[in-house]
């Protein structure tokens, strides 16, 4: 008699075995050392660990944006809002932390989670901006207050963080010819200077206000013409 090769790794082969046994759903098999890589010498089988799923004997890692919360799994759940995340190999989604927001795959389907920016604020694992008449000047902002109020005399369009606004130049020189490629790195809207004497920016503007005909502007306030 010859022996054959057990087959392949949805069958498994014990001591004695006059043909292999079919390895079920939710199980992987694995040769005489325990270790599932030679998959056409399957001796016995194990029953998917949490955190992965078990198909045609083979134990696969759970993927990204999904999560495999008991053994014996056969198809990954997906983790479930943008309020949550899963990583790869996750038992049960993670919670995301106050001041981040959740990115990867679809709205259900969250990888990892993500740092509000400046000008930003994350809610509930959604990131937005920071309202007009607001400004956020820190990462990791969790409500529509943001850094607070623009200031008095300035106007502040939505997503605001500070007074600045950074271009880069970049020249490249070749042996030809000089390229001069101006890249706007960051450009985010900042505070603006309310704009002259006939506009007025109250705390908290989104934008200047013109002045009415018969009011003048001090640094504070507007008064009527006497």
């Not at 054959?4 to 082969?13: E, L, M, Q, R, T």
């Not at 799923?53 to 479930?80: D, E, Q, R, W």
């Not at 981040?100 to 937005?128: C, D, F, H, M, W």
């Not at 200077?193 to 018969?214: L, R, T, W």
Request: aromatic residues 12%; charged residues 15%.
């Amino acid at each position: 008699f010859t022996m054959n090769k057990c087959g392949s790794a949805d069958v498994y082969c014990p001591l004695g075995s006059v043909r292999p046994t079919p390895v079920p759903e939710g199980y992987y098999s694995v040769n005489v050392d325990s270790s599932p890589d030679d998959q056409s010498m399957r001796v016995s089988q194990k029953i998917c660990e949490a955190g992965n799923f078990c198909v045609g004997g083979i134990m696969n890692v759970c993927p990204k944006g999904h999560y495999c919360n008991a053994s014996g799994m056969t198809k990954p759940l997906k983790c479930g809002h943008s309020g949550v995340f899963c990583a790869e190999g996750s038992i049960e989604p993670q919670q995301v932390l106050k001041g981040y927001y959740t990115v990867g795959g679809t709205s259900n389907e969250r990888e990892e989670q993500v740092i509000a920016p400046k000008g930003y604020y994350a809610t509930e694992g959604i990131l937005k901006e920071c309202p007009a008449g607001h400004f956020g000047n820190t990462t990791g902002l969790f409500n529509d207050d943001c850094s607070g109020s623009c200031h008095q005399g300035w106007f502040c369009p939505s997503a605001s963080i500070s007074p600045k606004v950074r271009y880069s130049i970049l020249f490249h020189l070749s042996s030809f010819f000089l390229h001069v490629k101006i890249l706007i790195l960051s450009f985010s809207f900042q505070q603006i200077a309310c704009g002259g004497e006939n506009y007025i920016c109250p705390e908290g503007s989104a934008f200047p206000h013109k002045v009415k005909s018969g009011y003048y502007t001090t640094i504070f306030n507007v008064e009527p013409c006497r």
